[in-house]
């Protein structure tokens, strides 16, 4: 460490705020940065101020600069705001924030100062008052990003952010558990077993979800794991299990998750299923039906009947592919595409929502003929009514 050889007159901002002057010198460390300075105040005081607390330098030109503009601007309350601007513009805060309240104190209505002190007009039009006032009067508080919510809105921004904290911390105490649990750790399975923290949820599920494909055999874990959630009872678990019970590979898993959802979370999964019959893909329609079989509702019969036979859509080439040479009909000559691309719609009849009508109504079966069935759900809904008047 060293000092530079430089001493100069001037004045040293601090970054907790507040300033010192007079003379400064600079220690700079092997790499050139700044260890300390040492600003002298008069002849028995000097004052050594760490590096990482000091703000900026201002030489002692920057400062006569100022002192003059400060001099020159008197009690012109429009001077006073242009100096205010010069002093922002060469960082100069505390300066600036003096000379923008001398502005209003000469002239209590310069809007433009009174905007950059944070003022704004009473709701009445007369007088001013300060932007946190006034939105402190409407039951709003600021948070740490300076923006101006309702109490609860804070409270629950803070609870995801506590909440986002204590679930990463969970993804990487689980991965351990796991990995140790694999191992044939008792002591680890035993902890797995007795979870009841809510923030694990998110890491269950994804633990969940990446071993759907592994290698080895873990069916006895991961059954372990849905069960698991189904005891946690919140939104994440829910979700994970509506996942596992539409798209789990493993049948014994997928109907398990699918039992834990008739316990806690049906509606979620009735919600999530039946937008999926409408599908494009034969293999959602499938996982659908198959999964609102764990929850029929007669209710919802012709939603189910709309979905027997379903239409999807696929592009399909025609012709050999290729240029080929050909005549036309005047005799000329020319060159053709022999393939073409075109869209066909196929009707594909869906036995697991057949099996999933036929629930709700065990005493019909009117296979795929939808019309029938919806005569049929009808006339349930709204059976004949018997003549009961007499003859006159």
């Known amino acids: 460490m060293a000092f530079c050889a430089d ?10 705020g507040g300033q010192l002057t007079g003379d400064v010198r600079r220690a700079e460390k092997p790499d050139g940065s700044t260890s300390h300075v040492v600003v002298r105040i008069d002849q028995d005081l000097s004052i050594a101020v760490a590096g990482a607390h000091v703000r900026r330098s201002v030489g002692s030109e920057e400062l006569e600069e100022y002192r003059k503009r400060a001099a020159s601007a008197g009690d012109d309350p429009e001077a006073q705001f242009q100096l205010a601007r010069w002093c922002k513009s060469q960082t100069l805060l505390p300066q600036y924030r003096y000379h923008l309240t001398r502005t209003i104190d000469l002239e209590p209505d310069h809007e433009l100062a009174r905007a950059a002190l944070g003022f704004v007009r009473n709701r009445s039009g ?4 300060s932007y946190e006032r006034l939105r402190r009067s409407q039951g709003l508080i600021e948070d740490r990003k300076g923006r101006w919510v309702l109490p609860e809105v804070l409270a629950a921004r803070e609870y995801e952010d506590d909440a986002d904290k204590k679930s990463k911390l969970w993804i990487r ?5 796991h990995t140790n649990a694999i191992r044939g750790d008792a002591e680890a399975m035993a902890e797995i077993e007795a979870i009841d923290d809510p923030f694990a949820t998110n890491a269950i599920a994804a633990e969940l979800l990446r071993t759907r494909r592994s290698k080895i055999n873990l069916r006895t874990l ?3 794991y849905v069960r698991l959630l189904g005891r946690l009872r919140n939104g994440a678990s829910v979700k994970a299990l509506v996942e596992a019970g539409l798209y789990e590979p493993d049948e014994l898993i997928r109907e398990e998750a699918l039992r834990q959802l008739t316990e806690y979370g049906a509606s979620s999964a009735v919600a999530t299923c039946i937008p999926l019959l409408k599908s494009n893909s034969p293999a959602q329609v499938k996982a659908a039906a198959r999964a609102l079989s764990y929850f029929p509702d007669p209710e919802l019969a012709f939603v189910y009947t709309n979905a027997l036979i379903t239409q999807q ?3 399909i080439q025609q012709g050999s592919g290729g240029t080929q040479a050909g005549f036309g009909n005047n005799g000329s000559a020319g060159l053709t595409q022999g393939a073409k691309v075109v869209e066909k719609t196929v009707s594909t009849r869906n036995p697991e929502v057949l099996r999933l009508v036929k629930m709700i109504a065990p005493e019909a079966d009117y296979g795929y003929d939808e019309s029938a069935w919806r005569r049929y759900f009808a006339s349930l809904r709204n059976p004949p009514r018997s003549d009961l008047r007499r003859d006159e």
């Open 7 to 16: 001493t100069w007159a001037g004045k040293v901002e601090l970054s907790g």
């Open 126 to 129: 007369k007088g001013w008052i």
């Open 173 to 177: 105490k689980f991965r351990r558990l």
């Open 222 to 224: 991961r059954l372990g």
């Open 313 to 315: 859509k696929t592009k």
